[in-house]
C-alpha cells in the first residue's frame, strides 16, 4: 500500500473535528454572510420575549402565516400560528403525513437573563432618584454595573391599555445605569466573593438628578422622573404595578473579530437559535413530508414554569387544536400519537470552548467555535442528573440527515464532568415519548450582558434545522 492510500484508510476509521470554514464551499461561506446580516436585524430588534414574539410574527404574516382562529379545517401546506400570551409562539406548516405520524419539532426560547423592575420600584437617595429590580434567570451580577442600559417593556393599565416603553436604543436617547464603588474604595468589596461583590438587591438603575421645579415638593427628584414619565407616556406612578418593565443592554448586536467571524449581541441565548429555526421554517419550499413545528417559548431561563413557559399545557392545547381541524372528527388517540411519534430538537445554546478558562471543559467533547452546529446528547449536571438524555437511535438519525444536507456539525456536552451543569426544555417535551435532542449554536460569555457566537455556526443552525424539517426519516 503506498502511502497516500494509508492516509485515506487512516481517515476513515478515525474522527476528527475540523473548523467549518475549511471545508465550506464559497457559496456557502456568501450565505453565512447575508444570514447573519438578517440574523443582526432580528437580533438587535428583539430585546424581550415580548419583542422577539412580535418580530417572529412580522416575519411569519410576511410569509402567508395566519392565526390559528382563521382556519375551519387543516390541510398539507396551511401556515398557522398560535400565540401565548404574546410572549410564547408557536408556528406550523401541515406537511403531507398525518398528524398522527408526528411532527418535526424545533423547539427555542426567546426569553434572556436580564433585570427586572420591581412592582414598586421608584425611590431617591443621594438626591438622585432609582429603580429597585430583581433579576431574571441566571447572571453574575458583576457583570451588569456600570454598562449602558436600555429600559424595554410594557404597562397596563386597569382598563386594558397596554403602553409599551423602550428608551435607550435609539443614539438620540439617553441610557441608564447601575453604578460600582470606585477601586480607590473598594477594599471590602474586592476581598468578597465574586458572587458577593455586587448584591441582588444592590442592582438598582439610576434614573434621575434633578428635583421638579416646584416649592416644597417631598421626594423632588423621583417626582421630576415621574413627571417625565407621565408627559411622555401618560403613566403614574401606581402604573408600576401591572407593568412588565425589562432593563437590558442598550446597544445593538454587532460583527465582532478583525476578519468579522462573529457576532457579539445581547440575549443570543436563545434568540439565535430561536431565530435560525424561524428562518427554517420559513424558508420550507416545498410542503414538508411531517408537519414543521417551531415554538419560541418564554421563561425557560427560570425554570420553564408559568403559563407561557415550556411546562404548561400551551403546546399540548395547540397540537389538540390542529388535531380537530385536520380530522373530521377529534380522537384524544390521534393526539398521543402524534406527539409520541413526533420529533424534536431542542434548539438551545451551549457553551463554547473558552482557551481563557480551558480548566472548565474537556476539550474534546467542548463545543469549538465555527466547527458548525452543536449536537448536545445530554444536559444535567453531577452525573446527568435531570439530563433527556437522548436515544442513540435518535442520534443515527440526526447525524444522517446532517451529513446528507453538508452540515458542519460537532457533538459536545456542557463543560468537563462535575464543574456546573445546565438544562433546556427538552426533558419536557420528552414527557410526550418523543424523540428529542438538544442541538444549537455555542456561545461564549454565555448569560453575559454581550455573548459571542461564530457566524459560520449560526448558519449551520439555521441550514441544519431547514434539513431536519424537510426529512423523510429514510
Ligand atoms: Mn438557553
Ligand atoms: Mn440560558
Known amino acids: 500500500m503506498n502511502k497516500k492510500k494509508?492516509?485515506?484508510?487512516?481517515?476513515?476509521?478515525?474522527?476528527?473535528?475540523?473548523?467549518?470554514?475549511?471545508?465550506?464551499?464559497?457559496?456557502?461561506?456568501?450565505?453565512?454572510?447575508?444570514?447573519?446580516?438578517?440574523?443582526?436585524?432580528?437580533?438587535?430588534?428583539?430585546?424581550?420575549?415580548?419583542?422577539?414574539?412580535?418580530?417572529?410574527?412580522?416575519?411569519?404574516?410576511?410569509?402567508?402565516?395566519?392565526?390559528?382562529?382563521?382556519?375551519?379545517s387543516l390541510k398539507a401546506g396551511d401556515k398557522v400560528y398560535k400565540s401565548c400570551d404574546g410572549k410564547t409562539l408557536m408556528a406550523v406548516v401541515i406537511g403531507k403525513q398525518p398528524l398522527e405520524k408526528g411532527m418535526h419539532i424545533l423547539g427555542a426560547h426567546t426569553d434572556s437573563p436580564r433585570i427586572d423592575i420591581k412592582q414598586n420600584p421608584l425611590y431617591e437617595a443621594g438626591d438622585?432618584?432609582?429603580?429597585?429590580?430583581?433579576y431574571y434567570g441566571g447572571i453574575k451580577k458583576y457583570q451588569w454595573v456600570t454598562i449602558p442600559l436600555a429600559i424595554h417593556g410594557v404597562f397596563i393599565k386597569p382598563n386594558g391599555k397596554k403602553i409599551t416603553i423602550n428608551i435607550g436604543e435609539n443614539p438620540n436617547e439617553p441610557v441608564l445605569c447601575i453604578s460600582d464603588i470606585l477601586p480607590h474604595l473598594a477594599q471590602d468589596q474586592m476581598g468578597k466573593s465574586m458572587a458577593?461583590?455586587?448584591?441582588?438587591?444592590?442592582?438598582?438603575?439610576?434614573?434621575?438628578?434633578?428635583?421638579?421645579?416646584?416649592?416644597?415638593?417631598?421626594?423632588?427628584?423621583?417626582?421630576?422622573?415621574?413627571?417625565i414619565l407621565n408627559k411622555k407616556y401618560g403613566i403614574v406612578e401606581e402604573d408600576f404595578l401591572s407593568a412588565e418593565i425589562e432593563i437590558v443592554p442598550a446597544a445593538r448586536p454587532r460583527h465582532a473579530g478583525l476578519d468579522e467571524s462573529m457576532i457579539l449581541g445581547y440575549?443570543?441565548?436563545?434568540?439565535?437559535?430561536?431565530?435560525?429555526?424561524?428562518?427554517?421554517?420559513?424558508?420550507?419550499?416545498?410542503?414538508?413530508?411531517?408537519?414543521?413545528?417551531?415554538?419560541?417559548?418564554?421563561?425557560?431561563?427560570i425554570g420553564s414554569v408559568g403559563a407561557t413557559g415550556m411546562a404548561s399545557n400551551f403546546f399540548e392545547n395547540v397540537s389538540s387544536e390542529l388535531v380537530n381541524l385536520a380530522y373530521p372528527q377529534y380522537n384524544e388517540l390521534i393526539l398521543k400519537r402524534m406527539l409520541n411519534n413526533s420529533w424534536m430538537l431542542s434548539a438551545d445554546v451551549n457553551a463554547l470552548f473558552d482557551p481563557l478558562f480551558p480548566g472548565a471543559f474537556e476539550k474534546k467533547n467542548a463545543a469549538i467555535i465555527n466547527h458548525g452546529l452543536c449536537v448536545t446528547k445530554f444536559t444535567g449536571s453531577r452525573g446527568k442528573a435531570g439530563a433527556n438524555d437522548a436515544n442513540a437511535e435518535f442520534v443515527a438519525h440526526i447525524r444522517r440527515i446532517f451529513d446528507k444536507a453538508d452540515i458542519v456539525w460537532q457533538t459536545a456536552e456542557l463543560g468537563k464532568v462535575?464543574?456546573?451543569?445546565?438544562?433546556?426544555?427538552?426533558?419536557?417535551?420528552?414527557?410526550?415519548?418523543?424523540?428529542?435532542?438538544?442541538?444549537?449554536?455555542?456561545?461564549?460569555?454565555?448569560?453575559?450582558?454581550?455573548?459571542?457566537?461564530?457566524?459560520?455556526?449560526i448558519y449551520m443552525a439555521y441550514a441544519g434545522y431547514l434539513a431536519f424539517l424537510k426529512d423523510t426519516r429514510k
Open 6 to 72: 494509508t492516509t485515506k484508510k487512516m481517515e476513515a476509521i478515525t474522527y476528527t473535528r475540523k473548523n467549518g470554514y475549511t471545508k465550506i464551499s464559497p457559496a456557502t461561506l456568501k450565505n453565512i454572510e447575508n444570514f447573519s446580516k438578517t440574523y443582526l436585524t432580528y437580533l438587535g430588534d428583539s430585546k424581550t420575549e415580548r419583542e422577539a414574539h412580535d418580530e417572529a410574527v412580522k416575519l411569519l404574516d410576511k410569509a402567508g402565516f395566519k392565526n390559528l382562529a382563521d382556519f375551519k
Open 128 to 134: 438622585m432618584a432609582l429603580l429597585d429590580t430583581h
Open 196 to 227: 458577593k461583590g455586587i448584591e441582588g438587591e444592590n442592582l438598582d438603575i439610576i434614573v434621575g438628578s434633578i428635583p421638579v421645579n416646584e416649592k416644597n415638593k417631598k421626594e423632588a427628584i423621583k417626582h421630576n422622573v415621574l413627571k
Open 267 to 301: 440575549g443570543q441565548d436563545d434568540r439565535v437559535c430561536a431565530y435560525a429555526s424561524l428562518e427554517a421554517l420559513l424558508n420550507l419550499k416545498q410542503v414538508p413530508h411531517y408537519t414543521s413545528c417551531v415554538l419560541l417559548c418564554d421563561k425557560e431561563e
Open 418 to 457: 462535575d464543574v456546573g451543569g445546565g438544562g433546556t426544555i427538552a426533558h419536557l417535551m420528552a414527557r410526550y415519548g418523543m424523540n428529542v435532542i438538544d442541538c444549537g449554536v455555542g456561545l461564549l460569555s454565555m448569560h453575559a450582558p454581550m455573548e459571542l457566537a461564530g457566524k459560520l455556526d
